[in-house]
C-alpha cells in the first residue's frame, strides 16, 4: 500500500491470524496503480498465524495495494508490515505497521500532514470497485484556509498523491503542517492511508517513517 516500495530495498509483509478452529482459506488480490491485478490463495490453518512476503510473491514490485477475503466468513486479523534498508539489502533500518481495515467507505480524514522540514508526505488511494472514481482532496491548514484538489482513482487500482505536489497545486505553503479529506464522488466506497517519511539524505532510504489508515465517515 505505499510508495516507498518504489524504492528497491523495502519488504512487505501480510501477516494473517486465524484464531478460530475452522481452516481458513484465503483469496488475496494485489492492485496495481494502472488497475492490474494479481489473485493468490492461502490455507491458514486453525489457530494459526501465516506469513505472506510480497517480495516472494510478486518480486521488487512498486506501489501496490493489497485485499484478503476469506472463504465461508471465517474470521481472520490482516496485519502488514514494511521494513527498508539503508545501505544493504535486509540490513533494515525502520519499519512501519498497519492493521488492516475491513471496508471502504466514501469520506475519509486524516488529522496528521506534514511538508515541513525533512518529512516526506502521501495520500494514498485505493479503490476496489470496478469503474474509476472521482476523489476530492481538501487540505485543512492550520491558519484556517481548506482547498480542494479534484483526482482520479482507476477501477481496482491504487492512487499516491505526494502532498508536497498537492499542496502546490493548490496554491498553499509548500512546507507546511495540515490535515486532509477525502470523499468519492457518489459515495464510492474507497480506501485511504497516510505515508510520512522523513530525514531522506540524497540516494539514502528514510530515516524513519509511519503509516495510519485514515478515519473512515
Known sequence: MTRPRETPGFDTFYLVLNPTPTPARLHARFSFPDGQTIDRAYDVAPGARRNVWLNDVLGQVGAIAARFTSEGGVPVIVERSIYW????????????????????????????????????????????????????????????????????????????????????????PPRSSFATRVTSEGGVPIVVEHAMYWQREGDRYWHGGGSAFGIAR
Open 85 to 172: 534498508a539503508w545501505s544493504e539489502p535486509n540490513g533494515w533500518l525502520e519499519g512501519t505497521n498497519s492493521i488492516g481495515v475491513t471496508s471502504g467507505a466514501a469520506t475519509w480524514h486524516v488529522p496528521e500532514g506534514s511538508t515541513s522540514a525533512a518529512f516526506e508526505d502521501f495520500l494514498l488511494v485505493d479503490n476496489p470497485t470496478d469503474e474509476v472514481v472521482t476523489v476530492y482532496i481538501s487540505v485543512f491548514t492550520e491558519d484556517g484556509r481548506r482547498e480542494t484538489l479534484e483526482g482520479t482513482v482507476p477501477a481496482r487500482g491504487r492512487s499516491t498523491f505526494y502532498m508536497l505536489s498537492v499542496l502546490e497545486r493548490l496554491g498553499l
